[in-house]
């Protein structure tokens, strides 16, 4: 018998309301663990960091913590309807997600993966950059950049509108791409990782790596840092190839990377604020 069948009709009211609180659990408790743990990790453990950014005069602005954790609890509700709906669409039979290992080749683990990555880099590029027209940025993504020094904390702090167009991929890519159920959980968990890290604001790569054949093509807190001070360049989620083929990589890139590293002391003008 189909598995989906020994299950509740998550299409009812009250299975769909717990269903989106279970999912809702889950987002919210990875996100607070995550975020909680590189917080720990690189704002209570390495004070040093900390001092230079009092050194440096960068200020988080008064309840910015707070207002970060309410914003990306409303997120991981969204997340969490998204959540609900798309095993509403699996039980009905209208999604790829598939639970038998053997039912496509183990290569495609992997493989379907890297295509969900690269397809919703894309799709998030060009969001974003849409999100940055004038009248748009107002309406939709200026909660984001309300943290203009970006903490853990940033990484699911969005508007609700911002955050329905975000919980929109998943479920239409799931419609036409198979993906084993643990490969799903997978990428939902990197990107929470890679979401907080890129939002640190401390960079955790080491010297050098933004030259290495691999992390050239990765973002991390110094690429996304530009971003929310200069709001025109650096418009990636994961990876860094959008923005280097159509030139929006911030060309303080390098040399704030290889100041935030130790690979040089010197401080980079226009990486303090707004370009």
């Known amino acids: 018998m189909d598995v989906s069948m020994k299950l509740p009709d998550f ?19 990875r996100y607070l663990a995550i ?44 997340f969490a309807v ?43 590029y060009w969001l974003h950059r849409w999100m940055h027209h004038p009248a748009i940025f107002r309406i939709v993504h200026k909660v984001h950049h309300d943290s203009n020094i970006t903490s853990p904390w940033t990484a699911f702090s969005f508007h609700p509108l911002e955050g329905v167009l975000q919980a929109l991929f998943l479920p239409a890519l799931l419609m036409i791409l198979p993906m084993h159920l ?55 989620l994961y990876f860094t190839f959008w923005d280097k083929w159509k030139g929006t990589e911030s060309p303080l890139y390098e040399k704030l990377f290889n100041a935030k590293t130790g690979a040089q002391s010197a401080v980079v003008p226009g990486a303090e604020g707004k370009a």
Do not use: C
Not at 21 to 28: E, T
Not at 47 to 74: C, D, H
């Open 11 to 29: 299409s009812q009211p009250l299975p769909f309301l717990l269903a989106t609180l279970a999912i809702f659990l889950v987002v919210i408790g």
């Open 35 to 78: 975020a909680g743990l590189f917080y720990g990790v690189f704002y209570l453990w390495f004070p040093l960091k900390w001092q230079q950014r009092k050194i440096n005069k960068k200020a988080y602005k008064q309840g910015q913590f707070k207002k970060e954790v309410w914003w990306s609890t409303l997120t991981a509700l969204l």
């Open 82 to 124: 998204a959540g609900a709906v798309m095993v509403v669409l699996w039980q009905k039979g209208f999604t790829k997600v598939y639970l038998d290992i053997q039912e496509y080749p183990v290569w495609w683990l992997p493989a379907s993966l890297a295509i969900a990555m690269v397809l919703h880099e894309t799709y998030y």
């Open 182 to 236: 643990y490969v799903v959980i997978i990428q939902l968990t990197i990107m929470t990782f890679s979401s907080v890290i890129n939002h640190l604001d401390i960079e955790v790569y080491p010297k050098g790596f933004h030259k290495h054949f691999f992390g050239r093509w990765l973002i991390g807190a110094t690429h996304h840092s530009l971003h929310h001070k200069q709001f025109k360049y650096n418009y990636g």
